[in-house]
Structure formats: structure tokens, C-alpha cells
């Protein structure tokens, strides 16, 4: 295999976001159903693959092919050292509370369920999140006049929480929302000297993908949290974080969200403080 092949799941991962913008309509379909998808792309078949992602099976050869591969059993190859390397214990106790719940275990089965599903989310998050994208975020969250935090449906609590933090903090910050309609004017008072805090998930609200675009054509940075590579407000976003939330029974907890949510929001506390102690010196 040629040396610029990637040969671990992260280095592929990175060389499909380098390449996404170029790559052809059906290409780059498939590469986003693998980014968000890798188990199924570790387990399923040629045939399988393709008609989850809505494309010929052809396409996942052309697919390998654009990333230097010879066919597309030796990416599939790099999906599945994946899952190899992954620490798996808290898959099976999933696996194992989904059973007991679904075998009439009682209540407490679906309560030690949502605590297991929420102990991968914590883990996944602890083991995955970028150092340097954390300081990054903080820091131009921290140099902010004022802070809007913009998030519909699934992600309101979390917005919510960062609201009320921040205040509490004495941060001055605007969550976007309005019952009289007034979300546009709100967008619009965000200016460069300004920062954004946009939160959405899959099926991702179409009223946070517009306004986060209104807000980045105004020049205002933005800090997304979303859950994919292909999210819509990745591309908006000065810095973004990519959270997988494990579920239980279908249901998705936020407990990796907001964790990142509090360890932004205290972080831009303390930042200040340090930076407002400075000037005193």
C-alpha cells in the first residue's frame, strides 16, 4: 500500500475533511455516511453499505479508489482495526442493559441503561476532544463583548444551561430566541467584536443552519458543537467540536454535550479572570 494511504481511522478521517470540497456529488455522499457511520462501514456489506448511504455499490469502489486505495476491502480494513482499538466495555454493558430492559427487567434496567449510555457518551468525549481546540474555543470566546448562544429543539437545554452560566459568571451574553418572533433582529444587533455559540444535531434545525449562516456572513466567529464532519455548521465555524452521544432504547442523551458546554463556559470564566487580574498587576 502506498505510504500516503491513510492507515488508521483518524488520518483517514482527516484526509476526507481536507478533501471534501473537491470531491464528486455521490463521493462525497458516501464519505459523509462513513464519517458518521464507521461501524456500519466496519460491518456491513458492499450491497448493505450502499443502499444506507443511497448510492451503487460502484460508488464505494470510486470512494477507496479517491483515497489511494486498491478496492474497497482495504478501507473497509481501516474501519474495522477501528472498532479493534476501541475500548468496547461500555458497548456490552449497553448491549447487555438494552436486553434486560427489552426482557422486562424493570424500570431500574432503563435507568442503569441511560447512566451506561451517558458513561460512553463522557468516555468518547474524554478520549476524543482536540486540547487544542478547546484553548482555541475558550480564547475567542473570552475576547467577546457579548456572547449569543443559538440552539432549537434537542440542543435548547444545553443553550439554556450556557445562558445561565454565563450569567451567573457576570458574562454578558444573548441567547437567540424570541416567543414574538424577533430571533432575525436579535442576529442581526452580532457583530465581528462579538462570538457565537451554535449548537444542532442530526436532523439539524433548519432555523440554527440559516441563522448561523446569517451570523458568519456578518463577519461574528463562531463555536459550533454538532455531531458530524458534514454538519451544515461545521463550515460556518471559526472552531467546532464533533460529539457522538451514545443512546439508549433510541433515545439520546446530551451528557457529552453538556459537559463540553460547562468546561466552555467556566473556561471563559476563568480566562477572563486571569486576563482582568493581569491588568490590575
Sequence with gaps: MDERVPRDFETLRSTILDRRESLPKRIAQIAAYALDNPDDIAFGTAASIAASAGVQPSTLIRFAQQLGFDGFTSL??????????????????????????????????????????????????????????????????????????????????????????????????????????????????????DAVIAISFSPYAPATIEEARTISEQGVPIVAITDSSFSPLAQFARVWFEVAEADFAGFRSLSATMALAMALTVGVGEKRRDASRKRKA
Design 76 to 193: 473497509q480494513q481501516v474501519f474495522r482495526e477501528r472498532l479493534r482499538e476501541r475500548n468496547s466495555s461500555y458497548d456490552e454493558r449497553l448491549q447487555a442493559l438494552r436486553a434486560k430492559a427489552e426482557g422486562g427487567a424493570g424500570h431500574r434496567a432503563i435507568f442503569d441503561g441511560f447512566v451506561a449510555a451517558a458513561s460512553t457518551s463522557l468516555n468518547d468525549i474524554s478520549r476524543t476532544l482536540d486540547d487544542a481546540h478547546l484553548e482555541d474555543a475558550i480564547s475567542l470566546l473570552a475576547k467577546a463583548q457579548t456572547i449569543y448562544v443559538l440552539a432549537k429543539r434537542r440542543s435548547y437545554p444545553v443553550a439554556t444551561y450556557i445562558a445561565y452560566a454565563l450569567g451567573k459568571l457576570k458574562i454578558r451574553n444573548q441567547l437567540i430566541e424570541s416567543a414574538a418572533g424577533l430571533n432575525a433582529e436579535m442576529v442581526a444587533f452580532a457583530t465581528p467584536a
